[in-house]
């Protein structure tokens, strides 16, 4: 089938709730490309907006990490997206093909897939649907987002709730504040991404349950079982960014930018920063400093240190407290005693020369006295 006299319709390659996606051909510009096309009989009454919006979003978006918006248009009353054809697989069918990946290969694919997220929050767009079927892998490997159809921009007041009142996503990737109704944000997109990520490295999302009310309330209360405890071979570095990532509070949570900065430099490798009390009065470097345990009910609100128990932390300054007079008496002790010895001879003294040279006393008493004087 000849759409708008230019694409070619050839293979339907992913069909989603709004419509078919076919693998064509330009014949303008000779080039392969993807195109969408709204079913027709589609029941929602709001697809016609939505698709409109997915390429009016997609579309402001330029970048290496996003998959490109090449046109937009109408033919035979229904509308048609032309993307850019991503030769590849997407995450989730290389998870149900092989597994879990190596910690090397997700770094690679969590600073590509924040920063094509960096990008879109910075144009003022959240995706809202971030999980492994939209990340799709081209056939040089790189990661490009796809499927901004239920995206919103951070000024949409509806970006919450749908006009039913339903959370508009996918449960197993859905940010704790938006399982609560409100609208989505940037911190959203980088919290669903910490999920796929986890599931890139265990072979399971973080939260699962028997339904989606279920996994929802995992999202809100649950903490996430560190992957090294599930067998996973995980820099420090990594798994205490990952968890924070996945923090309850959106305002825990590293930016899509930072995400991408961090993944890119390396810094994964390494092992967390010893806590800032710690390094200054030591001098070690984080190296020599053994860093303390994940604990698996703590949010990690900072990126690369832990956050300890409070009272822990209180109860052993009240030890150094308690301790403090017997040390300052061990140091004080041998001057306490010095004075007393000293004290004691010089009464000793005074007393043995009164005796000596008292008038009532003679040369021959002079033993007898001086043992009385000094008992």
């Given at each position: 089938m000849l759409i708008a006299g230019r694409y070619q319709l050839d293979t339907t390659i992913g069909r989603g709730a709004m419509g078919e996606v076919w693998r064509a051909y330009d014949?303008?510009?000779?080039?392969?490309?993807?195109?969408?096309?709204?079913?027709?009989?589609?029941?929602?009454?709001?697809?016609d907006s939505r698709f409109r919006l997915e390429a009016r979003t997609a579309g402001r978006l330029h970048h290496p990490h996003v998959v490109g918006v090449l046109d937009f248009g109408e033919h035979d009353g229904k509308l048609f997206l032309v993307m850019e054809l991503v030769e590849g697989d997407s995450l989730s069918r290389v998870l149900s093909d092989g597994g879990p990946l190596p910690a090397e290969r997700v770094a690679v694919i969590a600073a590509q897939a924040a920063?094509?997220?960096?990008?879109?929050?910075?144009?003022?767009?959240?995706?809202?649907?971030?999980?492994?079927?939209?990340?799709?892998?081209?056939?040089?490997?790189?990661?490009?987002?796809?499927?901004?159809?239920?995206?919103r921009f951070l000024d949409d007041p509806s970006g919450g709730l749908t006009a039913t009142g339903q959370i508009v996503g996918t449960s197993l990737y859905l940010a704790p504040e938006r399982a609560l109704g409100?609208?989505?944000?940037?911190?959203?997109?980088?919290?669903?991404?910490?999920?796929?990520?986890?599931?890139?490295l265990t072979g399971q999302p973080p939260f699962r349950g028997n339904t989606p009310i279920e996994i929802l309330h995992h999202h809100l209360d649950s903490a996430p079982v560190p992957p090294s405890r599930l067998g996973v071979l995980l820099p420090p570095a990594f798994e205490n960014y990952l968890l924070g990532l996945l923090a309850k509070r959106p305002e825990d949570r590293p930016s899509a930018r930072a995400t991408a900065?961090?993944?890119?430099?390396?810094?994964?490798?390494?092992r967390p920063r010893p806590l800032p009390s710690t390094a200054p009065e030591s001098r070690q470097t984080p190296a020599a400093v053994s860093p303390p345990p994940v604990l698996p009910h703590t949010e990690t609100g900072s990126p690369t240190t832990y956050k300890l128990p409070s009272t822990p932390g209180a109860t052993g300054r009240r030890a150094v407290r308690r301790q403090r007079p017997a040390a300052v008496d061990l140091l004080?002790?041998?001057r306490t005693i010095g004075l007393i010895a000293a004290a004691a001879l010089?009464?000793?003294?005074?007393?043995?020369?009164?005796?000596?040279?008292?008038?009532d006393n003679s040369s021959a008493d002079t033993p007898h006295t001086s043992s009385t004087a000094t008992r």
């Open positions: 014949r303008m510009l000779g080039r392969p490309v993807a195109v969408k096309v709204l079913l027709g009989q589609n029941a929602d009454p709001t697809a920063a094509g997220l960096a990008v879109a929050h910075e144009q003022g767009i959240v995706h809202r649907d971030i999980k492994p079927g939209n990340l799709l892998l081209d056939a040089s490997g790189t990661v490009k987002i796809g499927d901004f159809g239920i995206a409100k609208p989505a944000g940037g911190a959203s997109d980088v919290y669903s991404l910490g999920c796929v990520l986890y599931q890139l900065e961090w993944f890119g430099s390396g810094a994964w490798q390494g004080r002790r041998p010089f009464l000793a003294a005074m007393f043995m020369s009164m005796a000596l040279f008292s008038p």
